[in-house]
């Protein structure tokens, strides 16, 4: 059987590459992006019995830490890049 998730040893593999000293975050909800504390990583038992990694965001009220960066939510293929408008030559007021 092939699983499409991801495994203990690819999230470590992933981290490996990264600040050991920065912070951990999830992002959470593509249709309203947010960026969420983590606060534990539980391991249990799936309902087949596989064995399952859980990371848990914290409990108080700082755990939603507010709106995920766009080029986080861009780079998750949550949210298309967004470019301002075209500017237009401003009017001018007759006689200046």
Do not use: K
């Not at 064995?51 to 939603?64: F, I």
């Amino acid at each position: 059987m092939t699983s499409t998730e991801m495994t203990v040893g690819d999230l470590i593999d992933l981290l490996s590459a990264c600040d050991p000293n920065a912070p951990v975050r999830q992002a959470m909800n593509p249709f309203f992006p947010m960026a969420h504390r983590l606060a534990q990583v539980l391991q249990s038992v799936d309902e087949t019995g596989r064995t399952v990694v859980y990371l848990a965001e914290g409990r108080g009220e700082d755990a939603q830490l507010g709106h995920l960066p766009p080029e986080v939510a861009v780079a998750l293929t949550w949210q298309g890049p967004v470019q301002a408008p075209p500017r237009r030559t401003r009017r001018r007021v007759s006689g200046n």
